[in-house]
């Protein structure tokens, strides 16, 4: 779940948003209980001793992100020592928290992506043999445009269309040679959709996805002299440049 959260400003991002991605077990106390010490099922005088309160939960950790509201873009720490989580579950609680009644009523549907790799795409451009290119894109954020997203988003709106599928294939006997329109429109796709090549040969297909390949950062801090939270959003500017400078 999204736990704590609170506004701040950045010197060259503006104003953001600093919250903590929380993660813990929610046990089912109703199911079947295993005693160790009798090596058998728990029976009812083992279950008369367990008293766990509903509102504690087991296992808990917790890791900070940083969101930047221009640009709609969220970084998040995902591995510190014991505490862990993986992207793809922050994805999966941002979806379900964005996607509640309330808020699709007053905002529509909101799309969740988890950036790829830096060197994803290029891979996909250059697969040998390439067959196949599937382009899915949804009309990006309408604060963070290059110039060939707001043509993109511009033509998206004239035809009151919201999300682009793609679907490329070679002549027999060919390999696909995507032009500049179409890497234009995979760059917008990759952190607005996905994009994903089949290519291969000898009867050996091979598939590549950017879904598959999440961009990561690695470095590391002392926890003696840093703060943790205070080391993230150094990184998270750091990290939000990068992204923007790959277009």
């Known amino acids: 779940m999204i736990g704590a959260l609170s506004q701040a400003s950045d010197p060259i991002h503006g104003d953001i948003v600093l919250g903590e991605i929380y993660k ?7 199911q079947n209980w295993f005693n160790m010490a009798k090596g058998k099922v728990a029976g009812a005088d083992d279950m008369a001793r367990l008293v766990i309160p509903d509102e504690l939960k087991p296992h808990f950790n ?4 940083v969101f930047f509201p221009v640009g709609h873009r969220l970084v998040s720490l995902t591995s ?37 790799a830096m060197e994803t795409l290029e891979q996909i ?3 040998p043999n390439l067959k196949r290119l599937d382009i899915n894109v949804t009309s990006p954020n309408p604060d963070d445009f290059s ?3 707001k043509h993109f988003q511009e033509n998206m709106e004239e035809q009151n269309a919201r999300k682009l599928l793609l679907s490329i294939l070679a002549e027999p006997g060919e390999a696909l040679e995507p032009n500049d329109e179409t890497k234009k429109l995979a760059k917008v796709a990759q952190a607005n959709g996905s ?18 390949h999440p961009f990561e950062h690695k470095d590391s801090y002392r926890p003696d002299f840093d703060s943790r939270s205070d080391f993230v959003l150094a990184k998270a500017s750091e990290i939000l440049d990068k992204i923007r400078n790959r277009r």
């Open 125 to 127: 451009f250059q697969m």
């Open 62 to 65: 917790f890791l900070p992100f």
């Open 195 to 212: 994009v994903t090549g089949t290519g291969g040969g000898r009867g050996k297909t091979r598939k590549l996805s950017t879904v598959a």
């Open 24 to 30: 813990f077990v929610d046990l089912d106390v109703t």
């Open 80 to 116: 510190d020592g014991a505490d862990s989580i993986p992207i793809s579950l922050v994805a999966k609680t941002l979806r379900g928290t964005l996607g509640s009644a309330a808020l699709r009523k007053e905002f529509g549907e909101v799309e969740v992506t988890v950036e790829p």
């Open 147 to 149: 110039d060939f997203e």
